[in-house]
């Protein structure tokens, strides 16, 4: 079925009985030519341009809870492409150009809105730092702005730039950049793969690897073996999990972010803003709720929630960022957990395991990644080879010495 | 998330830094033949396990010692808590 105005009007006059499941609840085949594992967007997406754009066919999405309920549903919604390095920049900019057709292209509502990002800069070494990745971004194909403080003043007049600390000096805009609702992309990326002969396997968690002389068979489950010619996994923070059962050890730390909403107030932020003497952004969903979040807590952790320590300095962000967001009341707050790459980058890679690919360690940024991260990994899966923005990702980087740490940090992946 | 420091009882996690897994006390030797693979491995990769983990704190706001814990990172319940010293001391490795 087509989604459309039309479609909306003719159910609500024939009392919305046409409406139909958006994907299908198959029974898991004996064998695929792909299986996929985890159903979070990244996996998704991944069977979706394996589908669409390498024309495979006999593709399953192996997912050990619901769709929509991991990380996919539980980030801040932001998408942009304000990277600096030449690893990740073309990457990060396909994606968002991805992002910019994908709801035509999915046929879905995925409330995609480019209201804008600003990162606010707060002393001069920052402002520099900020004009070369803005000229990075450009060089790329990305589009950025340098904001004076009076320039970032008309769109957010209630900034404190008169902190004496972090006094607000100005800031880089992406304008491009935006928020898309999460769990909408998850579904409308699942229904469109599903449209093209996915099939979509929930409650059906692996639980081990068939391997022999070095060559993946497929994969034993919470529902029975399952033959596969090709394996992708992309299980975020459950990487180092699901990959030990390959026997693999990787440059990756699951650690725990937290994420919040406040009550739902009047329009006030038009766009996305992040606190630059800090780790803190904010966007306001269409719903009202201000949408926040910081740091990682910052210590390994599978637990999906995090202490107040955490939450306590995410609310001094907010306060000395935004006076007014004192008198907001926070509603929720919540966690996921992230797969902390000893870069901060991805990995999107052959294993030695013939067949066995592997696609992990976004950190907290997979969420604008994802149409991405499903094209190049599809690309990969499909043509053994990597896709031109994503020659980089590789596994291996960490014994080469080519790591791409954008924030200088390190091998430290709770400083990421 | 409270750590009971072995010289001055529970302390609120927020006096602590955190390093990461404890296998970063075993530095590996230099002088072995597969040193470069070693430090690879010492330097990038780890368990990240899931359950009964051991890891480095540092009493950052307090008496500056180290600390390792073992701790649930599925429940985030803190069963042990020893002097890094005492831990070092018992491997051998320091007099």
Known sequence: MRYSGFRVIKEALTGHRGWGPAWRDPEPKSDYDFVIIGGGGHGLATAYYLAKEFKQSRIAVLEKGWIGGGNV?????????????DGNEPFYEFSLKLWEGLEQELNYNAMMSQRGIINLMHSDAQRDAYIRRGNAMILNGADAELLSQKQ????????????????????????????????????GYARAADQRGVDIIQNCEVTGFRIENGKVLGVETSRGFIGAKKVGACVAGSSSKVMAYAGMRLPIESHVLQAFVSEGLKPVLPGVITFGAGHFYVSQSDKGGLVFGGNIDGYNSYASRGNLPM???????????????????????????????MDGSPIIDKTHIDGLYFNGGWCYGGFKATPASGFVYAHLLATDTPHKTATEFRLDRFHTGHMIDEKGMGNQPNLH | MIINHPLLGPRDLSEFVYLGDACLMNRPDWQADDALEQFIDYGYTRDNRAGLHRELWYHEQGDRSWLVVTRNTVTHEITQVELARDVARAEGRSK
């Open chain 1, 73 to 85: 549903g539980r980030n801040t919604t932001i998408v942009r492409s304000n990277y600096m390095l």
């Open chain 1, 152 to 187: 970032v003043l008309e769109k957010y007049p209630f900034l404190n730039v008169q902190n004496a600390r972090f006094p607000v000096m100005g800031g880089l805009l992406q304008a491009r950049a935006g928020t898309a609702r999460h769990d909408a992309v998850a579904w």
């Open chain 1, 311 to 341: 939450v306590e300095d995410v609310m001094e962000e907010a306060i000395a960022m935004f006076p007014m967001m004192g008198r907001a009341r926070l509603l929720r707050s919540w966690g996921g957990i992230m797969d902390m790459s």
